[in-house]
């Protein structure tokens, strides 16, 4: 069987495929910068001259991803940096928020919201399961320094609300996503997931990127 096909075959199951060693270093180093030490949870992240190499079609991390989606491209970047000046935990959740160019009425779309001057709102469902949620690895990540928790298969669950999150993970294995430098984890949009706060002082730097196999419905349009 294809490399390609048998990623598929774990994708589409456990709703997570593991991409080990998949950035190489050069393109690392452009992506360290991207990440500030003091950053934030959820720093947006734009694509400009400094960074464009690492996000662009040709990239490793690219190419990476569209061997699970060919037609995936990357609609939001965002960066953590779990560490001793900012830690966090999160219970069980979905992330069901994308961000756009403007906000514009159209059917479906609803819970806007505008955060550092990029209006948010939630899409339909429908749209929500053909997304990707692909987290960049850039310091090796264990269980002692934050890594993210996630219940495998969970996406097949479909829409869950706070309330339910914690009863319906249950119902699905636990991974902890423990990874090396240069480590890519493509997970389905859906998938649940936690996280706790760090135990050491180190740096947990990770890049987010979600990704979208589509256009928005006009006049919506991805920043």
């Not at 749209?127 to 269980?143: I, N, P, S």
Request: with cysteine; proline share 5%.
């Amino acid at each position: 069987m294809h490399i390609a096909s048998q990623l598929a075959d774990e994708f589409a199951t456990e709703g997570r495929v593991w991409l080990r060693e998949a950035v190489p270093e050069d393109d690392l180093a452009l992506l360290d910068s991207v990440v500030a030490i003091e950053a934030k949870p959820g720093q947006r992240i734009d694509i400009d001259y400094k960074n464009a190499a690492a996000f662009s079609l040709s990239s490793a991390l690219v190419r990476a991803v569209q061997v699970i989606d060919p037609k995936a491209k990357s609609v939001r970047i965002v960066g953590f940096n779990k560490s001793q000046n900012s830690n966090w935990t999160l219970p069980w959740h979905q992330d069901r928020i994308i961000a756009v160019k403007a906000r514009e009425d159209s059917a479906g779309f609803d819970n806007w919201t505008r955060k550092a001057g990029v209006w948010h709102c939630e899409p339909p469902i429908e749209l929500l399961h053909q997304m990707l949620f692909v987290r960049v690895h850039l310091d090796d990540t264990a269980e002692s320094n934050g890594a993210m928790r996630i219940a495998l298969g969970s996406h097949e669950a479909g829409f869950v609300s706070a309330t339910h999150a914690l009863e319906v993970a249950s119902r699905y294995p636990e991974e902890i996503c423990e990874a090396k430098r240069g480590d890519i984890l493509i997970l389905k949009m859906l998938t649940l997931h936690r996280s706790k706060p760090s135990q050491t002082g180190s740096s947990r730097r990770a890049i987010r990127i979600d990704f979208a196999p589509f256009d928005l419905p006009s006049p919506l349009e991805w920043p």
